[in-house]
């Protein structure tokens, strides 16, 4: 557990981390505070709010979470103000929120990770592209999934009836168990996905981004350009990647954070010596030249 006490690079909440320390420990109170510095990029229209593509792709690519909350900063006169309104908070995405509380979970030293799947509860009959965070609950020795992104507005417009701090197994699956219905043939790859991106080559991508999450390498969910993970929706070309991923996607299934650490070091996956994140293309770039 303490591997998963720690920061990341991405999670380092830097000069906000005293501040933040000093926010409740219940899971509910964390997610409202990821809730009031945040609001979701493709739900504005539900809060009567709107920007321009630019402004929302610009703030949807920061990184890591001292960029957020500097942002946020920016917009309002402190982290901990209450009650912010729309144009106050950061346009994010599902993997904002859940970064938000791992940042603060990990600050706390409770163990936390990011995980990459999909959820069953967003869209009907489908499987839609969702990030959530983990936390170990020491008392009932296991990791609970929280969902931070379901406020009210989300949880009366989809009805949401369980507990968001306390994700079910069935409503959020890891990539790797996405991955293996769907090569078993028990489900339809063309229902997993988002905004029309579909299929075991969208699904390939959450499976990579997953073990990396595991190592706490936070990628955001348009990062690729190495690897095989090497463009957007990129067709499997042969039996021995597909064999690849189907080793992958058993150790995202099984949440081993070792072998994912081996996985991401093998010829496959490896980051290029002296990789910069800026090489990876922005969703603004990847929306803006049809590639998704």
Excluded at 57 to 65: K, Y
Excluded at 223 to 250: H, K, Q
């Amino acid at each position: 557990m303490d591997y998963y006490r720690s920061s990341s690079e991405f999670t380092d909440l830097k000069h906000y981390k005293d501040l933040l320390l000093n926010c409740p420990n219940q899971l509910d109170k964390i997610c409202a505070l990821a809730q009031n510095l945040l609001i979701h990029a493709y739900w504005l229209d539900k809060y009567q709010y709107s920007v321009s593509e630019s402004v929302k792709h610009q703030e949807m690519q920061l990184r890591t979470i001292a960029d957020v909350l500097d942002l946020a900063t920016s917009k309002s006169k402190s982290i901990l103000e209450p009650s912010r309104t729309p144009p106050q908070k950061v346009i994010s995405i599902c993997r904002d929120f859940s970064l938000l509380v791992c940042s603060i979970l990990r600050a706390k030293k409770i163990p936390a990770r990011l995980r990459c799947g999909f959820a069953t509860y967003l869209t009907f009959d489908h499987f839609e592209d969702h990030w959530v965070c983990e936390y170990w609950n020491k008392e009932t020795a296991s990791w609970i999934k929280v969902d931070a992104q379901l406020d009210a507005i989300h949880l009366e417009y989809l009805e949401i009836d369980f507990d968001t701090c306390n994700v079910p197994n069935d409503k959020f699956l890891f990539a790797g168990e996405a991955w293996e219905l769907c090569r078993s043939g028990k489900e339809d790859q063309a229902r997993f996905g988002i905004q029309g991106l579909t299929g075991l080559s969208f699904i390939k991508a959450n499976v990579i981004r997953d073990l990396f999450a595991l190592r706490k390498i936070e990628l955001l969910p348009w990062d690729m350009g190495w690897g095989i993970l090497n463009g957007s929706l990129v067709e499997i070309p042969d039996a021995t990647e597909m064999l690849f991923l189907d080793e992958i996607a058993v150790i995202s299934r099984a949440s081993d954070e070792i072998q994912a650490m081996n996985a991401i070091e093998s010829k496959q996956l490896k980051l290029p010596n002296h990789w910069k994140w800026s090489q990876s293309p922005t969703i603004g770039q990847l929306i803006n030249g049809s590639n998704i």
